[in-house]
């Protein structure tokens, strides 16, 4: 089902969609087990996304989006064991986003293009009933041309990352950069490297992570190592420093799926520091994962140049790697 290579390989999957491009015709699907037999499929499915409410909910099962085997249902419908629920998430409706004075680390901005180092704690795009204090609303306010490709919640957004994740993001400003990018993240050409503090001696000073990655069935807001209605996932990784019983990893993205990094990391042995849902209830604590977009490299959608930006380390990662070295 999955491997772990002690030799740096690449593995191409140029079929598959990453996780981390903005799709507008999302298909969301889950298999209820047995300890949510009996619920309620408007509570199921709220309680399985992130940043949705149930009244949102209960307006896509109403306008025929939800089915349960095949069938659409009613929101108060009841579940059984083994049931099949599919979603069709529809395109962002036409809602005022508002542009926010939210301060932005800007690392790099042209006419088509705008490079971020997103903050820890700030959310990438608006959601439904969720629509301020997110990086939109910080774009808009600042940039005021951003591609619409995607729809009035996520004006060009092209990938995201984790709200507790932070580090480089870039966003497209018209709709010829927005295809360009999207084309590099879907065919993996986007070069996407990360730093991680994580549990743990790594036995292996570099290696590649190729497992499936899908939702986990006893936790509808989790992702797993997993055959069943996955997707392939590569993360490639290098240890940079072994300090007591951590270990300092570049990771390096070859697909983008939900999750992947803290879920590889978890799946062998290895989870982030300071991740509240992957991670261990022991040791150094920190608001979010130790997790850091640090390199972001692509092709300019204008000129064709390759260009590379790198982000510093937050403060937070820094103090407990300092820490732990004084130890």
């Not at 996780?19 to 209820?32: A, G, H, I, K, S």
């Not at 006419?111 to 903050?119: E, L, M, R």
């Amino acid at each position: 089902m999955s491997k772990m290579h002690n030799e740096e390989q690449t593995t191409g999957d140029t079929s598959a969609q990453d996780d981390d491009l903005m799709n507008d015709n999302e298909r969301l699907e889950w298999t209820v087990s047995a300890e949510h037999k009996k619920e309620r499929i408007d509570k199921y499915i709220t309680e399985a996304m992130d940043d949705v409410s149930r009244s949102q909910v209960q307006l896509w099962i109403g306008d025929g989006l939800v089915t349960v085997n095949g069938a659409v249902v009613k929101a108060n419908a009841k579940l059984a064991e083994g049931d099949l629920i599919e979603l069709r998430v529809p395109e962002p409706t036409a809602v005022e986003i508002i542009a926010e004075d939210i301060p932005l680390e800007v690392v790099y901005e042209d006419s088509d293009v705008i490079v971020i180092n997103k903050p820890r704690g700030l959310v990438v795009h608006p959601a439904p009933g969720h629509t301020s204090g997110t990086l939109v609303n910080a774009l808009m306010y600042h940039c005021k041309d951003l591609s619409g490709i995607n729809g009035e919640l996520r004006p060009g957004i092209v990938h995201r990352i984790d709200k507790d994740t932070s580090g480089l993001l870039m966003a497209a400003k018209n709709d010829r950069a927005h295809a360009s990018l999207a084309a590099q993240l879907k065919d993996h050409s986007v070069n996407r490297r990360y730093i991680a503090l994580v549990h743990g001696h790594l036995s292996h000073d570099q290696g590649t992570i190729d497992a499936p990655i899908g939702r986990d069935t006893n936790d509808r807001k989790m992702y797993t190592v997993t055959e069943r209605n996955s997707k392939h996932a590569v993360t490639h990784f290098n240890v940079t420093e072994r300090i007591n019983d951590y270990t300092l990893l570049e990771l390096k993205l070859e697909t983008g799926r939900t999750h992947q990094i803290r879920v590889h990391m978890k799946f062998i042995g290895h989870p982030l520091v300071g991740d509240p849902i992957y991670g261990r209830n022991k040791g150094i604590k920190m608001n979010g994962q130790a997790l850091h977009a640090a390199v972001l490299g692509f092709v300019h959608p204008a000129t064709g140049e390759y260009m590379e930006f790198s982000a510093p380390l937050p403060q937070d990662m820094e103090d407990v790697l300092a820490s732990l070295r004084s130890r």
